[in-house]
């Protein structure tokens, strides 16, 4: 399969901020607001780079209307 | 605190519904003379999302997650929705690939196995993920039975047995999935899915008001005050550990959204188009971040109303606050809630098993039945054979239900961790030619011993889940297809396949 440059930037970009969340020793135990600040600071970002990069993604791979053409190969 | 009588009326009308649901969609296949027997499905979006997301409430929602976040804390919460939001980036570097293929060979794909076998070509390999796939299902399946056996008990203040439950559930769940099938399960998702989301939030609701006049603040500050370590890792019961962070979002990620067997065929083979699985891509993980939060609400709201239940009691915690509080607010209310938790967990916890058992009897009827033991039934017998799986399945996990492990948790963190290894064999199937056979099998073999070994011989189940599983299949596909060679010709006409479908569905801009 064929992985275009946008997709590979959507790969990188969201892998390294699931590791930024999974940073070993961040927050530290027991501190309540560094745990809302770490949670801020990588899962919005997680989310918002998920979002966009699909949509980018999307805009690059163009549904084709395939209403109207055969069901595919023969039955497997 | 309601009496049995309700109980049992309240489950007849609950199977007259899923009798009815099976009767229409039964009915509209014969007017419009579709057929794709009990195992297939092709639906439109609206179906195809709450379908997905019923899936994955199951018992979570009403039993393991309450109480898992009232254990975990809100760390525990954090680390859900940082496996939420990958869905859609797994799902399109597979799920949509699998979607792909399977339209570009007719729709034919049954099992989460099939799709395997068109890339390796190899009956052994069939074979192995048809027994884990099958292995996944039934501590799964029996997870939901104990649930809602767990809910009837204490609802009727144990007027109801609890085996009696299970055997009755057990029941309705088998004939409902005999006579509807697959198309039926995914319609009485979709009918009762939104329905049941908007109960959970109504139990927020209602018990933050009892609880706390209605201010979530307040639950808050009380919670604050008594109990910080809900705002903290590693949780009031320290086990949201930097380890567990990782492992178990890990596992969820890969085990639970996509791998699963029920949930890979409905991200895989379920739309009716490749816009059905883009819209799966964008709505699921929204649905499911406004689900999960509500759960995590009524953790919240229990643990900030009393901090001592013992484990097995926390999954029980929202009937504990109607039966402890709501009543003494307004027992109409709390009987009204009672019935309504009891439908709901009901509920999704049917929709999940309807839809293992369904996938299950697929992996009998094709990847062991017919591909492995070569027994060739007549097409015109086909439904007959299934409808018999799906009895002997059903009555299986029936079996195993009565005598359940503590936790419903841990038998679904089980089913999870034990599909996980398969991923990566999915992923290198699809994205690299010299991935071998040999890796496949050697792969999945040593992933599901690294999972068993983390559960029953390393005791480290409640942290790394399957992740050790998967890493070490990871390792395995790569250096053993590195030492290893298979007919060019067995992988040619795959990546054949992989090329016609792109052309097919998307006119690539880049």
Same mark, same amino acid.
């Given at each position: 399969?064929?992985?275009?440059?946008?997709?590979?930037? *959507?790969?990188? $970009?969201?892998?390294?901020?699931?590791?930024? &969340?999974?940073?070993?020793? #961040?927050?530290?135990?027991?501190?309540?607001?560094?745990?809302?600040?770490?949670?801020?600071?990588?899962?919005?970002?997680? *989310?918002?780079? $998920?979002?966009?990069?699909?949509?980018?993604? &999307?805009?690059?791979?163009? #549904?084709?209307?395939?209403?109207?053409?055969?069901?595919?190969?023969?039955?497997? | 605190?309601?009496?049995?009588?309700?109980?049992?009326?309240?489950?007849?009308?609950?199977?007259?519904?899923?009798?009815?649901?099976?009767?229409?969609?039964?009915?509209?296949?014969?007017?419009?003379?579709?057929?794709?027997?009990?195992?297939?499905?092709?639906?439109?979006?609206?179906?195809?999302?709450?379908?997905?997301?019923?899936?994955?409430?199951?018992?979570?929602?009403?039993?393991?997650?309450?109480?898992?976040?009232?254990?975990?804390?809100?760390?525990?919460?954090?680390?859900?929705?940082?496996?939420?939001?990958?869905?859609?980036?797994?799902?399109?570097?597979?799920?949509?690939?699998?979607?792909?293929?399977?339209?570009?060979?007719?729709?034919?794909?049954?099992?989460?196995?099939?799709?395997?076998?068109?890339?390796?070509?190899?009956?052994?390999?069939?074979?192995?993920?048809?027994?884990?796939?099958?292995?996944?299902?039934?501590?799964?399946?029996?997870?939901?039975?104990?649930?809602?056996?767990?809910?009837?008990?204490?609802?009727?203040?144990?007027?109801?047995?609890?085996?009696?439950?299970?055997?009755?559930?057990?029941?309705?769940?088998?004939?409902?999935?005999?006579?509807?099938?697959?198309?039926?399960?995914?319609?009485?998702?979709?009918?009762?899915?939104?329905?049941?989301?908007?109960?959970?939030?109504?139990?927020?609701?209602?018990?933050?008001?009892?609880?706390?006049?209605?201010?979530?603040?307040?639950?808050?500050?009380?919670?604050?005050?008594?109990?910080?370590?809900?705002?903290?890792?590693?949780?009031?019961?320290?086990?949201?550990?930097?380890?567990?962070?990782?492992?178990?979002?890990?596992?969820?990620?890969?085990?639970?959204?996509?791998?699963?067997?029920?949930?890979?065929?409905?991200?895989?083979?379920?739309?009716?188009?490749?816009?059905?699985?883009?819209?799966?891509?964008?709505?699921?993980?929204?649905?499911?971040?406004?689900?999960?939060?509500?759960?995590?609400?009524?953790?919240?709201?229990?643990?900030?109303?009393?901090?001592?239940?013992?484990?097995?009691?926390?999954?029980?915690?929202?009937?504990?606050?109607?039966?402890?509080?709501?009543?003494?607010?307004?027992?109409?209310?709390?009987?009204?809630?009672?019935?309504?938790?009891?439908?709901?967990?009901?509920?999704?916890?049917?929709?999940?098993?309807?839809?293992?058992?369904?996938?299950?009897?697929?992996?009998?009827?094709?990847?062991?039945?017919?591909?492995?033991?070569?027994?060739?039934?007549?097409?015109?017998?086909?439904?007959?054979?299934?409808?018999?799986?799906?009895?002997?399945?059903?009555?299986?996990?029936?079996?195993?239900?009565?005598?359940?492990?503590?936790?419903?948790?841990?038998?679904?963190?089980?089913?999870?961790?034990?599909?996980?290894?398969?991923?990566?064999?999915?992923?290198?199937?699809?994205?690299?030619?010299?991935?071998?056979?040999?890796?496949?099998?050697?792969?999945?073999?040593?992933?599901?011993?690294?999972?068993?070994?983390?559960?029953?011989?390393?005791?480290?189940?409640?942290?790394?889940?399957?992740?050790?599983?998967?890493?070490?299949?990871?390792?395995?596909?790569?250096?053993?297809?590195?030492?290893?060679?298979?007919?060019?010709?067995?992988?040619?006409?795959?990546?054949?396949?992989?090329?016609?479908?792109?052309?097919?569905?998307?006119?690539?801009?880049?």
């Amino acid at each position: 399969m064929r992985v275009t440059k946008t997709e590979k930037i *959507w790969l990188i $970009v969201v892998t390294v901020l699931y590791m930024l &969340y999974n940073f070993p020793g #961040l927050p530290a135990y027991n501190e309540s607001v560094p745990m809302l600040i770490h949670a801020a600071l990588t899962l919005i970002p997680l *989310w918002a780079a $998920v979002y966009i990069g699909m949509h980018k993604v &999307y805009k690059v791979y163009r #549904l084709r209307d395939t209403k109207d053409e055969s069901k595919g190969d023969i039955k497997c | 605190m309601l009496s049995s009588a309700t109980i049992w009326i309240t489950l007849a009308i609950y199977m007259c519904f899923l009798l009815g649901v099976a009767f229409y969609v039964t009915q509209k296949e014969k007017k419009q003379k579709v057929s794709g027997g009990l195992l297939k499905a092709s639906v439109a979006w609206p179906v195809l999302v709450m379908t997905y997301v019923a899936s994955l409430m199951s018992t979570w929602v009403f039993f393991a997650g309450p109480g898992a976040y009232y254990r975990g804390g809100m760390g525990y919460w954090l680390s859900e929705l940082s496996y939420i939001a990958l869905f859609p980036i797994i799902a399109h570097f597979t799920m949509n690939k699998v979607w792909m293929i399977n339209q570009q060979r007719g729709g034919n794909y049954v099992t989460p196995a099939d799709f395997y076998f068109e890339r390796f070509k190899s009956p052994a390999l069939r074979t192995i993920l048809g027994l884990i796939f099958l292995a996944a299902s039934f501590p799964y399946i029996s997870s939901v039975l104990v649930a809602i056996a767990q809910a009837a008990d204490f609802a009727t203040g144990g007027a109801i047995p609890y085996q009696t439950a299970v055997i009755v559930v057990g029941l309705i769940m088998t004939v409902f999935v005999c006579i509807g099938g697959v198309k039926s399960a995914a319609m009485a998702d979709t009918v009762q899915g939104l329905l049941f989301i908007g109960l959970l939030w109504f139990i927020v609701i209602a018990c933050l008001i009892v609880g706390f006049g209605g201010s979530l603040t307040t639950a808050v500050d009380t919670l604050w005050t008594n109990t910080p370590a809900f705002f903290s890792y590693p949780g009031p019961d320290g086990w949201v550990t930097n380890a567990s962070r990782l492992g178990y979002p890990l596992s969820c990620a890969i085990g639970w959204t996509i791998m699963l067997p029920h949930v890979f065929v409905r991200a895989g083979y379920f739309g009716d188009n490749l816009k059905s699985q883009r819209k799966l891509s964008y709505i699921a993980p929204l649905i499911q971040a406004v689900v999960w939060t509500g759960t995590m609400l009524i953790g919240l709201i229990g643990l900030a109303l009393v901090s001592n239940l013992t484990k097995g009691d926390t999954e029980m915690i929202i009937p504990f606050m109607i039966n402890n509080f709501v009543i003494a607010f307004n027992p109409t209310l709390a009987a009204f809630m009672m019935v309504g938790f009891f439908v709901g967990a009901t509920a999704v916890g049917l929709s999940t098993a309807n839809a293992f058992l369904t996938v299950a009897s697929g992996i009998v009827s094709s990847d062991l039945l017919k591909n492995t033991f070569h027994i060739n039934v007549p097409a015109e017998k086909e439904s007959l054979v299934n409808r018999i799986i799906i009895a002997v399945l059903g009555i299986g996990s029936l079996l195993i239900a009565i005598n359940p492990p503590e936790l419903i948790f841990t038998m679904i963190m089980f089913s999870i961790s034990i599909v996980m290894p398969l991923f990566p064999i999915l992923v290198f199937g699809l994205y690299w030619k010299k991935a071998t056979k040999q890796a496949a099998i050697a792969s999945t073999i040593v992933g599901t011993i690294l999972v068993l070994l983390t559960y029953f011989a390393w005791d480290l189940g409640g942290t790394w889940y399957g992740a050790i599983g998967l890493l070490g299949a990871t390792v395995t596909m790569v250096a053993v297809s590195l030492f290893t060679q298979q007919d060019e010709a067995d992988s040619k006409e795959f990546y054949e396949i992989c090329t016609r479908a792109n052309n097919r569905f998307y006119d690539v801009q880049e």
